[in-house]
């Protein structure tokens, strides 16, 4: 809504009936600025001018000075101004008709009509009238009772037949004259007028009918003032007096030299001209005369559109009433002045008060510039989108003069901003499916150098139809639910940043959008949401095996460093080392699957045959061989196994012709190192391998294995490892691990809730075998529930499934491969295990704590090798599991070899 106007000129806080001058102000007020009149009213009580009624405001005025001492000045300031213009009247009666006039008749009939006023007034406040109407009430009825019960004096004092016509229309005349400054205004004052004339002509007939209504017409345009205006008008062109329209709001006959002094103001500031071109524009009857006055301005502008947004439409100093209101319609329903000069521009009629200003706008309408061009055309849409009780966006911009109307302002400078935004908000307005909204990200938008929240807003838009069409490509239900609540966090953004960031009329374009785009969005995630499982789920979870395609999710880091060390001509070899179940298999194979080069898988646990140096070359060999499919002969095991060096080096020099280099992916590594160590292969295996890396550097071994590999650096391996790079596998990260529970599967139909998910995270420590195992029991879980039992569990996953999976014997069973694991490899030294044991204490102990559990032990080269492994770390000074699940399982499950931790 548009705020109260602001008045410029003298605006005491508070009339003093002391105060000579203050009762002159008052009468300008009532004559020519009752807009200053009514905002004197709103600052003394903003709350009693809107709302006050009734017998509670009237006892409630009398305790504000302002409304108090305006009360009791009303009578003595109308008193005198009665005398000063009906004293000539028994004057001109003596003189044309010899009628003789009695003075105290005549005071008596004042005071009398001043009382009848007040009453008039106070009984107006009684039956409900606004605190406003009760002050204009008594403004209007003091002057209106006063001419009335002079002119009845006069008139009806002495026999009728004395008194000429003449002289009771001039007097009428000149009395409508007074009344027709009344702060209701001139279209009031001529209703006054011309039910005056009818009581005229009830009560003396028709005799000089066409005199007095000329008389009286006269009089309520306000005739009397305009030769003086006129004068002044002229005088205003060299500064020496301001112009009447500067300080009349009630001027009807247009009044020459008003356009040099606007010329001036708006070179001066424009922002100051403007606003002065709007307030004289509020007058009715001359808003003709300043519509060409605009039309001229705005069209001689270097970048009208910019002008239009920027000076006018974008306008805060130009966003007040231009009509003071005083009823509660005209609260709602009168416009500002940027809908005003927009529609004034545009030629439309812009009504203001009353209906009867229509009737003046089609008397002057030939006196305006009617010429379209473009930017009237486009004035007239954004007139359109913003004048009050206007038609919703989607029924004005499918017209046809809507889209010519922003299409052809091309021609402008930073027209195709406007044109092509405008055309964008026709397209958007317009979707009503979510395969519309889709498209959205398809439509081309401008740069914006006029409204660049405006491109903010459609950007965001063009966003949300990114999301849809992610929901459309989406074959997981799940992540076809987060595309769309994606969809919807964003346009509920957009409402908030449209609400305060854009201006009118594009605000109200794109808040009708996006209250058409939620609706459709909300639907389709029903429509998901309601999506009903009739057959057992199928477990997308794999825990144990190598995970690979869709379902192999994170580790993009490692990938990212495989990727870099592989990349120059010359690169090294590589140590994948982390512990058992951390997915070093699965990193392997996806290298494998991802890369262009030749990358040969070679898994030494699945290699059962190889018992000697020679069998595990010849394996490796063959390989290579069926990976490249060189053109030699088949390869001959007996020679393998009578010099295996000699054999695969010549069969390494054969392949040195290929273009392309060698990627020997060796897992389960450490199963040589136990070879070597039973005496099954030869020690002089890994400086053979080493000499291979040096010759060939198309030839890359990239071992896998558990953290002993990397260890091996420092023992006798330790020439074997010069110049290969490691690469740790440890925990997921939280948003892969998340991933990793909540889209297994493209088609994944339950879902978890936020609870859920971090209780998995926080005991298994992101640990992706763990996170697949109980994952997998909880789907047995379901499937059991649905279909054995006959119940029907909630699609939802909630915390309480987790502890459910948790508390179960059978998980640790399941999962016995990881924990023994764990336990098994901590067991190569005596004091490991005791560490473990000793750490099952929730809180974790501190080094001193352990070593008074521990005591004689030396603890440093233990507790490194446990952090190394990634089984325990150090928080807040004190050392914890890593995982939470294994601190459970070693106090459930080596309970008898807590002993020793039991008695201290």
């Not at 005025?61 to 109308?78: D, G, N, S, V």
């Not at 060409?292 to 559109?305: A, E, I, M, T, V």
């Amino acid at each position: 809504m548009p705020k109260f106007p602001v008045y410029e000129g003298e605006l005491p806080a508070c009339l003093s009936p002391f105060n000579p001058r203050h009762y002159w102000l008052l009468i300008y007020w009532v004559f020519f600025r009752p807009t200053a009149f009514k905002c004197y009213l709103y600052q003394a009580d903003e709350e009693l001018y809107k709302n006050g009624k009734g017998k509670e405001t009237l006892l409630k005025i009398l305790h504000i000075p302002a409304y108090r001492y305006l009360y009791l000045m009303i009578p003595i300031a109308i008193f005198i101004l009665s005398l000063l213009i009906t004293a000539p009247l028994p004057l001109l009666a003596y003189l044309t008709g010899g009628i003789l006039f009695d003075i105290s008749e005549w005071v008596f009939i004042l005071i009398l009509g001043i009382i009848f006023s007040i009453v008039f007034g106070v009984a107006m406040s009684i039956m409900g009238c606004k605190i406003i109407g009760v002050a204009s009430g008594v403004v209007f009825s003091v002057t209106a009772s006063i001419a009335f019960g002079t002119a009845v004096s006069t008139a009806f004092g002495t026999p009728l037949d004395i008194m000429s016509d003449i002289e009771y229309f001039i007097a009428f005349g000149v009395i409508l004259s007074t009344i027709s400054g009344i702060a209701v205004g001139i279209i009031f004052s001529m209703a006054i007028s011309v039910i005056g004339a009818i009581i005229l002509i009830i009560t003396l007939g028709f005799t000089s009918i066409y005199l007095g209504i000329a008389i009286i017409t006269l009089g309520s345009m306000r005739a009397i003032f305009y030769p003086i205006q006129w004068f002044l008008s002229l005088l205003s062109r060299v500064s020496i007096v301001k112009h009447p329209f500067y300080w009349d709001e009630f001027v009807v006959f247009p009044l020459t030299d008003i356009q040099p002094s606007l010329e001036r103001r708006l070179q001066t500031n424009e922002q100051q001209g403007l606003t002065q071109l709007a307030t004289i524009m509020a007058n009715p009857f001359q808003r003709w005369q300043m519509q060409r006055f605009f039309y001229k301005h705005s069209h001689n502008q270097p970048q009208p559109l910019y002008f239009i947004y920027n000076t006018i439409v974008n306008n805060p100093k130009l966003d007040y009433y231009i009509f003071v209101p005083v009823e509660p319609e005209q609260w709602k329903n009168t416009p500002n002045y940027n809908q005003l000069l927009l529609g004034e521009l545009a030629s439309k009629y812009v009504k203001s008060h009353d209906d009867t200003e229509k009737l003046v706008w089609h008397l002057t309408k030939r006196f305006r510039n009617n010429q379209p061009t473009p930017l009237t055309e486009f004035a007239g849409l954004l007139y359109e989108l913003t004048k009050i009780n206007r038609e919703d966006p989607a029924t004005i911009l499918n017209q046809s003069w809507a889209k010519e109307a922003y299409t052809n302002v091309n021609q402008y400078p930073n027209g195709e901003e406007i044109s092509q935004s405008f055309a964008a908000f026709t397209t958007y307005i317009n979707y009503q499916t979510i395969n519309d909204i889709a498209n959205a990200a398809q439509i081309t938008l401008p740069d914006h150098k006029i409204r660049p929240n405006v491109l903010t807003a459609l950007n965001q838009l063009q966003a949300t139809g990114s999301e849809i069409t992610t929901y459309q490509k989406s074959t997981s239900r799940t992540r076809k639910l987060e595309a769309l609540s994606r969809a919807n966090d964003n346009l509920e953004q957009l409402k908030n940043y449209v609400a305060t960031e854009v201006t009118e009329p594009e605000r109200y374009i794109l808040e009708a959008i996006i209250d058409q785009w939620q609706p459709i969005i909300t639907t389709a995630s029903g429509e998901i949401a309601r999506f009903q499982i009739t057959e057992p789920i199928t477990d997308p979870y794999i825990a144990g095996n190598p995970v690979s395609g869709t379902l192999f999710v994170g580790r993009e880091d490692i990938l990212r460093q495989f990727t870099s060390l592989w990349k120059p001509e010359k690169c090294p070899s590589i140590v994948l080392f982390g512990h058992r179940r951390m997915g070093k298999t699965s990193i392997l194979q996806n290298l494998r699957s991802q890369s262009q080069a030749n990358l040969i898988y070679f898994n030494m646990q699945l290699e059962v045959s190889i018992k000697t140096t020679g069998d595990f070359l010849h394996s490796l060999a063959i390989e290579i061989y069926d990976e490249l499919e060189p053109d030699l002969p088949e390869l001959n095991k007996a020679q393998f196994i009578d010099d295996p060096y000699l054999t695969f080096k010549r069969f390494l020099k054969k392949l040195d012709k290929q273009p392309q280099r060698i990627f020997i992916l060796i897992d389960e590594f450490e199963a040589i190192e136990q070879a070597i160590n039973e005496g099954r292969m030869e020690p002089y295996l890994l400086e053979y391998l080493r000499g291979l890396i040096i010759t060939y550097n198309w030839f890359i071994i990239t071992l896998a294995g558990l953290h002993t590999l990397n260890e091996m650096r420092h023992d006798y391996w330790h020439p074997f490892f010069q110049g290969i790079e490691s690469i740790h596998v440890s925990f997921l990260s939280d948003h892969s691990a998340r991933q990793l529970i909540t889209e297994p599967d493209p088609d994944f139909p339950l879902e978890y809730t936020k609870e859920a998910i971090d209780k998995i995270l926080q005991i298994t420590h992101n640990q992706p075998y763990l996170i697949q195992r109980i994952c997998k029991n909880m789907i047995r879980n379901f499937n059991e529930q649905m279909f054995n039992n006959k119940t029907k569990p909630s699609q939802i996953l909630t915390i309480t499934d987790v502890q459910t999976v948790i508390d179960s014997k059978d998980f640790y069973r399941d999962a016995t491969a990881y924990f023994n694991g764990i336990w098994t490899q901590a067991n190569t030294d005596k004091i490991q295990p005791q560490i473990l044991k000793a750490l099952i204490q929730i809180e974790g102990l501190t080094l001193q704590e352990l070593q008074q559990k521990l005591p004689e032990q030396n603890l440093t080269e233990a507790i490194k090798i446990l952090k190394q492994h990634d089984v325990i770390r150090q928080q807040d000074g004190k050392y914890i599991y890593n995982v939470e699940l294994m601190r459970w399982w070693v106090l459930q499950y080596c309970s008898e070899t807590c002993e020793v931790l039991e008695t201290s």
